[in-house]
C-alpha cells in the first residue's frame, strides 16, 4: 500500500513537471555524444570497436544512474530539509522498510525513463546494440543502486549544501572514473583499486557486455545485487533511525 | 485516554524536557503554553512518535506508542507547527496522499475530504496547487488533512500562526465543533486569547517541566480574578485582587488614572513570567 501511495505521488509530481523532467535529463547525455561520441568518436577507437559504439553503454549506465540518484536525493532532501512534508511519513502508520523502498523504486523508474532518451540515441546514430531482458535488468539494478544511494544520502544530509558536496565528491567522479568513457584497463595503478570498489564500475562493464551481445557476468551480476541489497537494507535501517 | 510517564527528551547538553507526566481524558480540549523553548514542540513531538524519548512512554487508551506504533499512529492527527504540506500536490491531492498513508479506501477519502474541505471554506481550492494557497489557506488544510482519517486525538502545534483575524476564528469555531464530537484536542499556542475560548484545561510548561495545571478560570482564580492597572511615574502597575470590592476599594486609595477589569489567561501568563526578561518564576 505504502509503495503504491509513494509511486502514485511521485507520479503526479512527474506528470506536473513532465516536460522540464524530461528535457532536464537530456541535456548532459546529448552533451557527452555529441562532444565526445560524434566529436572525437570518428578519431578514437576503443576495446577494438567505434568510439561511438562503445561510449553508447556507458553513456546508458551514466545516465541511469545520475537521474536515478538525482530524482531521489533531490525530493527527499527538499521534502525532508525545506518542505519538511517527510515527517508526515513518521506520524503516519507507514512502514518504514516501504517508505524506502517505495522511494528506492521510483527512483530507480526515473532512471529507466531516462534511459529511453539513450536507446533513441542509440537508435538514430545507428549504433546496432544487443537488446534483451539481462541488459534491462542490468540497467534496472543500476538505477536501483544509485537510486538507494540517493535516499541515504539525502537521509544523512543535515543541509542542501552537504547535499551538493557530496555529489561533487562522490557521485561526480564515480561517473567519469567507472569506465563509463574510457576502458578501464588504461587508468593508473593506484586508481584501480577504488575503481573497483565502486558500484558503477560493476554495473558499467555489465551492461557494456551485454549491449555487446556478450554472455551474463553472473559475478558481476551478484556484485550488482548485492550493492542493491546492501545499500537497501542501509536506507530501511536510516529510516527506522530517523 | 493519553498518559505520560516520566518523559524526558536532551538534545546534547540541553535537557528539553524533563521527567514529564500527565494525563490528558478523553474529550479533553488541552492547552499546552509557555515561552519559547519550553518543551511544547518537544513534548508533543514526542507524544506523535515523532521523535524517541531518552525514558519515559506515551500511553493511548493503555497502548504504548512505542510498542503499538501503527496502531496508535491510526488514532491520531497532527497539524505541526510548520506547514508541511506537499507543495507541488494541489489540495484535493494532498488529502487522498494523506488518506492513503492511512490506509483509507478511496471512497472514504473522497466523502471525508470533500465534508472537511467543505466545512473549511476551501472546495472552491481544491484542484488549486498547494504553493498558490494563501497562509490561512494552507493552515486550514493542515488541520484538514490532520482529521482526514477521523482520529480520536488532535495534536496542534500552533495552528494559527501567521494567519489574519478572520481565518484564525474560522478555525476556532472549526475545533470547537470538533471538540463537541467528542474528540480529544492538545493544542499549544502563543495565542493565549486562543486558548482561552477554547481549552477547558490548560498546562503551564516552562524549562521542560509542566508546572500548573488546571481550567482557564482556575488558572485566573488562582492569580486573583480582577486586576487594577494604573499608572506611577509614567509606568504601568498592576495589581490583582480575589473579587471585585477589593479591586474597587483599590482603586479609590489611588490618586491617579486607573481602571479595574477581570483576569485574563493572558495576565496568568504574565503573572508566571519572571520580572527578568525570558524564564517563568
Not at chain 2, 103 to 125: N, Y
Not at chain 2, 153 to 178: C, M
Not at chain 2, 194 to 206: F, G, P, R, S, T
Request: net charge positive.
Amino acid at each position: 500500500m505504502e509503495i503504491r501511495t509513494i509511486l502514485w505521488r511521485e507520479w503526479l509530481y512527474v506528470k506536473r513537471r513532465f516536460w522540464r523532467v524530461t528535457f532536464s535529463q537530456m541535456v548532459s547525455p546529448l552533451l557527452y555524444f555529441v562532444t565526445f561520441g560524434m566529436g572525437l568518436g570518428s578519431m578514437v577507437k576503443m576495446e577494438g570497436q567505434s568510439y561511438l559504439h562503445y561510449l553508447i553503454p556507458g553513456l546508458l549506465a551514466m545516465t541511469t544512474m545520475r537521474n536515478s540518484y538525482t530524482s531521489v536525493s533531490t525530493r527527499i532532501s527538499v521534502m525532508r530539509l525545506h518542505e519538511k512534508s517527510f515527517e508526515c511519513y513518521f506520524y503516519s502508520p507507514t512502514r518504514m522498510y516501504l517508505l524506502a523502498i517505495g522511494h528506492i523504486l521510483a527512483g530507480a523508474l526515473r532512471g529507466m525513463y531516462s534511459g529511453l532518451f539513450i536507446i533513441f540515441l542509440a537508435l538514430i546514430s545507428g549504433a546496432g546494440l544487443s537488446w534483451s531482458g539481462w541488459l534491462l535488468a542490468a540497467v534496472f539494478l543500476n538505477t536501483l543502486i544509485f537510486a538507494a544511494i540517493g535516499f541515504l544520502a539525502a537521509m544523512m544530509m543535515e543541509s542542501h549544501y552537504d547535499m551538493n558536496n557530496f555529489t561533487n565528491v562522490v557521485i561526480t567522479p564515480m561517473s567519469f572514473l567507472c569506465g563509463t568513457f574510457f576502458s578501464l584497463e588504461n587508468i593508473p595503478v593506484f586508481l584501480k583499486g577504488l575503481v573497483w570498489l565502486m558500484p558503477l564500475t560493476h554495473t558499467t562493464r555489465l551492461i557494456r557486455t551485454l549491449s555487446f551481445g556478450g554472455p551474463v557476468s553472473w559475478p558481476a551480476m551478484g556484485i550488482c545485487v548485492l550493492f542493491s541489497a546492501v545499500l537497501t537494507a542501509c536506507c530501511i535501517w536510516k529510516c527506522y533511525r530517523e | 485516554m493519553i498518559v505520560c510517564k516520566s518523559l524526558k527528551k536532551s538534545f546534547g547538553k540541553v535537557e528539553a524536557v524533563k521527567d514529564v507526566s500527565m494525563e490528558v481524558p478523553d474529550g479533553t480540549f488541552l492547552g499546552l503554553l509557555g515561552p519559547n523553548g519550553a518543551g511544547k514542540t518537544t513534548l508533543i513531538r514526542m507524544m506523535t512518535g515523532l521523535l524517541i524519548p531518552d525514558s519515559g512512554c506515551v500511553e493511548f487508551d493503555g497502548k504504548a506508542m512505542d510498542r503499538n506504533a501503527m496502531e496508535v499512529k491510526r488514532s491520531i492527527g497532527v497539524a505541526s507547527q510548520h506547514i508541511n504540506l506537499d507543495k507541488e500536490l494541489t489540495v484535493q491531492e494532498n488529502m487522498e496522499f494523506t488518506g492513503r498513508l492511512y490506509r483509507m479506501e478511496k471512497t472514504e477519502i473522497r466523502e471525508s475530504s470533500e465534508r472537511l474541505l467543505d466545512f473549511l471554506g476551501l472546495t472552491s481550492v481544491k484542484d488549486r496547487v498547494v504553493q498558490k494557497l494563501s497562509g490561512g489557506m494552507k493552515r486550514k488544510l493542515m488541520i484538514a488533512r490532520a482529521l482526514i482519517h477521523d482520529p480520536q486525538y488532535l495534536f496542534l502545534d500552533e495552528p494559527t500562526v501567521g494567519i489574519d483575524p478572520k481565518a484564525r476564528r474560522d478555525i476556532w469555531e472549526f475545533l470547537q465543533a470538533q471538540h463537541k464530537k467528542g474528540k480529544t484536542i492538545l493544542l499549544t499556542t502563543h495565542y493565549i486569547e486562543e486558548a482561552q475560548q477554547l481549552c477547558n484545561n490548560v498546562m503551564l510548561i516552562d524549562d521542560g517541566r509542566i508546572f500548573r495545571e488546571d481550567s482557564p478560570e482556575g488558572l485566573i482564580a488562582e492569580i486573583g480574578a480582577y486586576k487594577v492597572e494604573y499608572y506611577n511615574a509614567d509606568r504601568m502597575q498592576t495589581e490583582l485582587f480575589g473579587d471585585l470590592a477589593s479591586a474597587r476599594e483599590r482603586t479609590a486609595q489611588l490618586d491617579c488614572p486607573c481602571s479595574v477589569r477581570p483576569s485574563t489567561l493572558e495576565d496568568v501568563f504574565f503573572y508566571y513570567t519572571s520580572k527578568e526578561v525570558g524564564g517563568w518564576k
